[in-house]
């Protein structure tokens, strides 16, 4: 049943909501879900090739809705993104994050963690300020978190973006570039920024053992990482095959089905290191 709002719109009607009214509604509802704590962060870990170690874990957000069920960012994050929502969402993510690192930490896991931002986060050197004063506060080392901005976020407001991250490069925050490939990161840009990982997109990474191109293109992005001095790493690993053929290529660490689906970090916990049995 909707309700109507001052101007006579459906600001709620869960099961008919209009396309145009959806994206109002979901960012009221997304709004509360934040004050609500509806949202919740699962982690896929990035094994390191060479030893097939979790050595970081990447945060990414679901909306546990009352009514939908689990949601994946594809359904709330867009909106997000078109308001100061984002801002809010990405603290959330980030106070959530290092709280959950400083259990597993006390747990006995070492692994480091990523967490995703977005371009409008990058749209202010404000932001560089507030992950310090969030890092300060959860008393986590900079050293210990590791931000993944897209390539998209970096074209947004160029000269603003690559500010906010080589500040927060500065303070010791591990940075890498995400979907790398599918954006477009100038090699100019490359060369001013300080990054320490490359994330090559799993649009080149799903057909690479059917397809010549998308080996090319990974094996250059590996060269093109490590001649820089960047870690490379291959996310959408879905068959050992896959697995088998970025070893072989020098890709240092890789994310995927193949290993495990993002879950909340004590499964990931017990899953990862695998010496659960009886
Ligand atoms: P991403 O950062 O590129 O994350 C990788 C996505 O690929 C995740 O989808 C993950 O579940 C999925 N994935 C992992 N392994 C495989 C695989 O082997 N095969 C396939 N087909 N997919 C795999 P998810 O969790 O739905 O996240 C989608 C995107 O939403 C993320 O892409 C990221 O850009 C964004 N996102 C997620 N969490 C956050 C967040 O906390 N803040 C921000 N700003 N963005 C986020
Ligand atoms: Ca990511
Ligand atoms: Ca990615
Ligand atoms: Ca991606």
Same mark, same amino acid.
């Given at each position: ?13 869960p099961?008919?909501?209009?396309p145009a ?7 009221? @509802?997304l709004?509360d879900a934040l004050?609500r ?5 699962? *982690?896929?870990?990035?094994?390191d090739?060479?030893t ?5 874990? @990447? ?8 009514v ?7 359904? #709330?994050?867009?909106v997000?993104e078109? %308001? ?14 290092l709280?959950? *690192?400083?259990a597993?930490t006390?747990?006995?896991h070492d692994?480091t963690?990523?967490v995703n931002?977005s ?6 050197l404000d #932001? ?9 506060? %959860? ?16 074209? #947004?407001?160029? @000269?603003i ?13 591990s940075?890498?570039i995400?979907? #790398?490939?599918?954006? *477009?990161?100038s090699?100019s ?15 080149f990474?799903l ?10 293109i990974?094996? %250059? ?5 490590h ?8 996310e959408g ?8 053929w970025?070893v ?7 994310q ?6 993002p879950?909340p970090?004590?499964?990931?916990? %017990? ?5 659960? @049995?009886?």
């Open positions: 049943q909707g309700k109507h709002g001052p101007t006579g719109v459906v600001v709620y009607e099961t008919t909501a209009r009214a959806h994206g109002l509604v979901l960012q009221r @509802e709004h004050e704590d509806e949202l919740v962060l699962h *982690y896929q870990p990035k094994i090739l060479a097939g170690r979790t050595g970081c874990v @990447e945060a990414l957000v679901r909306w546990q809705h009352p939908r069920g689990l949601l994946p960012p594809a359904e #709330f994050l867009p997000a078109r %308001s100061e929502l984002i801002d809010a969402l990405t603290s959330w993510v980030l106070r959530r994050a709280a959950d *690192y400083a597993w006390a747990a006995g692994w963690v990523a931002v371009a409008r986060n990058l749209a202010s #932001f560089a300020d507030l992950v310090a004063q969030i890092l300060d506060e %959860s008393g986590v080392r900079p050293e210990r978190l590791q931000i993944e901005v897209t390539e998209t976020a970096l074209t #947004f407001d160029t @000269e973006a690559e500010g906010v991250v080589n500040a927060l490069a500065a303070q010791g925050i940075i890498a995400d979907d #790398f490939g599918v954006g *477009y990161t090699l840009q490359l060369r001013t920024l300080t990054v320490a990982e490359l994330k090559i997109d799993r649009e990474v057909g690479l053992t059917d397809n010549e191109h998308d080996r090319a990974v094996r %250059s992005v590996i060269d093109l990482g001649n820089l001095g960047c870690r490379v790493t291959a690993v879905e068959t050992q095959q896959i697995a088998d970025l072989a290529a020098g890709c240092d660490l890789a995927g089905y193949l290993w495990l689906r879950a970090w004590p499964e990931v916990a %017990s899953l990862a290191t695998g010496r659960e @049995e009886p």
